[in-house]
């Protein structure tokens, strides 16, 4: 895997909107700087997504220095949103996991509420570090996460989904295809590699910074949402469900966790460290 190398960073600083792609992103202990620090809660305080509200793949959330959002939807004028000063957190529900986190001012709430026509809420996490493990079954002593699904990066690889979108093309529902990559909403885009060659990845270098290979990623419906659209189709879970399943769950990608901060570049070579 001697040339493999980053082909693109993702950023999504409120989860479930449409992110950023930056050259470069600095790598904290909980993920990517900026990533997944906000997110929607219901009024019982449960985490809102693209599982339920699809339109959010609409909407987009573009990094302010000082760690605020510039939010903008269809049909909704632009809102700048600041860190909250800091106050009394609110319990969320991140599936089934309490965390708690600020509320953003009520201007957030109404604008989001109105884009999604129902009530719901913006809250930050104020302090990573110790908000919320990683899932405990795949972390080590202290490591954290940010509002991510449950692991602090996120990588994919150019290959595999090259693969996927074969299987997809051979498959009933090929007039769906080929799909491109911002379905799996990852953090890092790996080019380079073997179709599947993430499989057998337990610990590998980005650039300078080195990541455990904590889990391969199971995916949900978000995947089956059209990222330019909010339509819904079959496909990639169809395809995935009869040549990536594996314990009841249908798996893209694989979960790390940084094991020291740093800095990732477009272009940066990705090597193997250690395999299975």
């Not at 493999?4 to 792609?21: D, L, M, W």
């Not at 269809?74 to 991140?94: K, S, Y």
């Amino acid at each position: 895997m001697g040339n493999a190398v980053v082909q693109s960073i993702h950023v999504h600083p409120v989860k479930a909107f449409r992110g950023v792609s930056p050259r470069t992103a600095v790598v904290e202990p909980w993920g990517l700087a900026g990533d997944r620090r906000w997110t929607l809660i219901d009024d019982g305080g449960k985490v809102v997504t693209q599982r339920e509200s699809p339109r959010l793949a609409l909407a987009a959330a573009e990094p302010l220095a000082g760690g605020g959002v510039r939010l903008s939807a269809p049909g909704r004028q632009p809102l700048t949103v600041e860190v909250p000063e800091p106050a009394e957190t609110i319990p969320v529900d991140v599936f089934r996991t309490k965390v708690e986190a600020v509320p953003a001012a009520a201007a957030a709430h109404a604008w989001c509420s109105a884009y999604l026509g129902t009530e719901v809420r913006l809250v930050h996490m104020d302090d990573p570090a110790v908000r919320r493990p990683v899932v405990p079954e795949y972390a080590l002593p202290g490591e954290t996460v940010n509002f991510a699904d449950g692991f602090p990066v996120l990588v994919t690889t150019v290959a595999s989904l090259d693969a996927l979108n074969s299987l997809i093309a051979g498959g009933p529902h090929a007039q769906e295809g080929p799909l491109p990559m911002n379905r799996f909403r990852p953090n890092l885009v790996v080019a380079g590699t073997e179709p599947w060659a993430e499989d057998d990845w337990t610990r590998i270098s980005v650039g300078d910074v080195v990541l455990r290979v904590a889990r391969p990623s199971a995916r949900c419906v978000v995947t089956t949402t059209d990222q330019d659209t909010a339509a819904r189709g079959r496909e990639p879970l169809f395809t995935l469900a009869r040549h990536r399943k594996d314990g009841g769950k249908v798996l893209f990608g694989q979960n790390l966790v940084p094991l020291a901060p740093g800095t990732v570049r477009v272009g940066d070579p990705v090597r193997v460290l250690a395999r299975r």
